[in-house]
């Protein structure tokens, strides 16, 4: 696709509920992150991938939280039991990641996550 | 010690002036820098990379790299009230994640 696609744009869910949040990066990116934003505060870096593999999860908050990507395309992130400590704005970005080039990470709308 | 390291700020600048952006790293291996605006409610938006020493201009905007230093900022020249938005620095090596520093809210005062 032409920019990095996340959906739901908006989620509001339960306390104790899971939810899944989605990523489409740009065409051809082999690299994707995800990070956690609250309000006010900066990123919080939570998982990044080289294709399908997942070579730093140090920012995984806890078990609840967990990701994959398939296909070397789209990622899924999954919070189970959730929190509203949850709450936050989760934004995904994609780069080229080509250790011939110096590439540059493009961010997704993000989706903003309300936990009630 | 923060990997990135940004003034919060806010920093105020009149509608005109320059305004400069001031980022510090600890990596010495780090390899790509990166500077992006985020309005509020917004996801980051790419607006400057430098990967050499130097300055790089794009429009109004300037990015300066000193490595010996660990130094990267960023110049706002002739500042609009458009360009009051939180600007992020982020630094990375190849098959590594991003570091972001904090973000420095810059005001521009019409």
């Known amino acids: 696709g032409a920019g990095v696609s996340q959906s739901p744009s908006n989620k509001v869910t339960e306390k104790g509920k899971d939810v899944e949040l989605r990523c489409d990066p740009i065409s051809g990116h082999t690299a994707l992150y995800w990070y956690r934003q609250s309000l006010g505060q900066g990123l919080e870096f939570l998982i990044y991938?080289?294709?399908?593999?997942?070579?730093?999860k140090s920012g995984l908050p806890s078990d609840r939280f967990s990701a994959e990507r398939t296909g070397g395309s789209v990622s899924t992130l999954t919070i189970q039991r959730t929190q509203q400590e949850d709450s936050a704005v989760y934004l995904c970005?994609?780069?080229?990641?080509?250790?011939?080039?110096?590439?540059?990470?493009?961010f997704g709308q993000g989706t903003r996550l309300t936990v009630v | 010690q923060k990997e990135v390291e940004q003034n919060s700020g806010p920093l105020s600048v009149p509608e005109g002036a320059i305004a400069s952006l001031n980022c510090t790293y600890s990596?010495?291996?780090?390899?790509?820098f990166f500077w992006y605006r985020q309005y509020s409610g917004k996801s980051p938006e790419l607006i400057m990379s430098?990967?050499?020493?130097g300055d790089k201009e794009d429009g109004r905007f300037t990015a300066q790299l000193n490595k010996a230093s660990q130094y990267v900022s960023l110049l706002i020249r002739d500042s609009q009230p458009s360009d009051s938005a939180t600007y992020l620095c982020a630094v990375n090596r190849v098959f590594n994640k991003f570091y972001f520093g904090s973000g420095t809210k810059l005001n521009v005062k019409p």
């Open positions: 430098i990967y050499s020493n």
């Open positions: 970005a994609s780069s080229l990641d080509e250790i011939s080039s110096n590439t540059e990470a493009f």
């Open positions: 991938f080289q294709g399908n593999s997942a070579p730093d």
């Open positions: 990596d010495r291996g780090s390899q790509s």
